[in-house]
Antibody, heavy 120, light 111 residues
Framework: EVQLEQSGAEVKKPGESLKISCKASGYSFSTYWIGWVRQVPGKGLEWMAFIYPGDSDIRYGPSFQGQVTISADKSISTAYLQWNILKASDTAMYYC?????????????WGQGTLVTVSS | QSVLTQPPSVSGAPGQRVTISCTGSSSNIGAYHDVHWYQQFPGTAPKLLIYGNNNRPSGVPDRFSGSKSGTSASLAITGLQAGDEADYYCQSYDSRLSASVFGGGTKLTVL
């Protein structure tokens, strides 16, 4: 059974750094894209960043290049999303999702979400 | 402004058929990239509803169907039920952006 287990909710201050995680199980981690989708409260889904753990190929959504860093550790089947300098506008729910074996594919499994609140 | 355009809302009575459109461009849907659809209930993660334009994952009722033509795609829901009331999103890959994109989402209301 495919599962994506995300790290818990975070409350941070503007200017702080943060790294959230998504541990995958039940499939071959290296052979599927995995990444992150943002949802600001009351708003739609935004495709942020995805990585192919097999060769570390990375794609960033147009609004997120340079704003966040995605990474993956194949040894523990875990994907990460990192911010160096958080802003209040980063407050959102962040979903981890599995992609297909190719970059253009669908997202068939989703994590439970990690709520990030950035407030002074 | 989303790369993929969806109507903000649609509505229908129980038992009726509704469609949700997703309009793109020559760099995404029109470039022969597949369209996928997701259903999201409040407070929950999105769920894959249709993949590869018109394929249903196991467990999705055949009341849900997808189609694609030119630079647009559509999700059709027949035999509308109260439990279908949710937000629906389309997704496709964009060659110009080298990234996937979501539509802005459509809220379905069952009257």
């Amino acid at each position: 059974e495919v599962q994506l287990e995300q790290s818990g909710a975070e409350v941070k201050k503007p200017g702080e750094s943060l790294k959230i995680s998504c541990k995958a199980s039940g499939y071959s981690f290296s052979t599927y894209w995995i990444g992150w989708v943002r949802q600001v409260p009351g708003k739609g889904l935004e495709w942020m960043a995805f990585i192919y753990p097999g060769d570390s190929d990375i794609r960033y959504g147009p609004s997120f290049q340079g704003q966040v860093t995605i990474s993956a550790d194949k040894s523990i089947s875990t994907a990460y999303l990192q911010w160096n300098i958080l802003k209040a506008s980063d407050t959102a729910m962040y979903y981890c999702a599995r992609g297909a074996a190719y970059a253009e594919g669908q997202h068939d499994f989703w994590g439970q979400g990690t709520l990030v609140t950035v407030s002074s | 402004q989303s790369v993929l355009t969806q109507p903000p809302s649609v509505s229908g009575a129980p038992g009726q058929r509704v469609t949700i459109s997703c309009t793109g461009s020559s760099s995404n849907i029109g470039a022969y990239h597949d369209v996928h659809w997701y259903q999201q209930f409040p407070g929950t993660a999105p769920k894959l509803l249709i993949y590869g334009n018109n394929n249903r994952p196991s467990g999705v009722p055949d009341r849900f169907s997808g189609s694609k033509s030119g630079t647009s795609a559509s999700l059709a829901i027949t035999g509308l039920q109260a439990g279908d009331e949710a937000d629906y999103y389309c997704q496709s890959y964009d060659s110009r952006l080298s990234a996937s994109v979501f539509g802005g989402g459509t809220k379905l209301t069952v009257l």
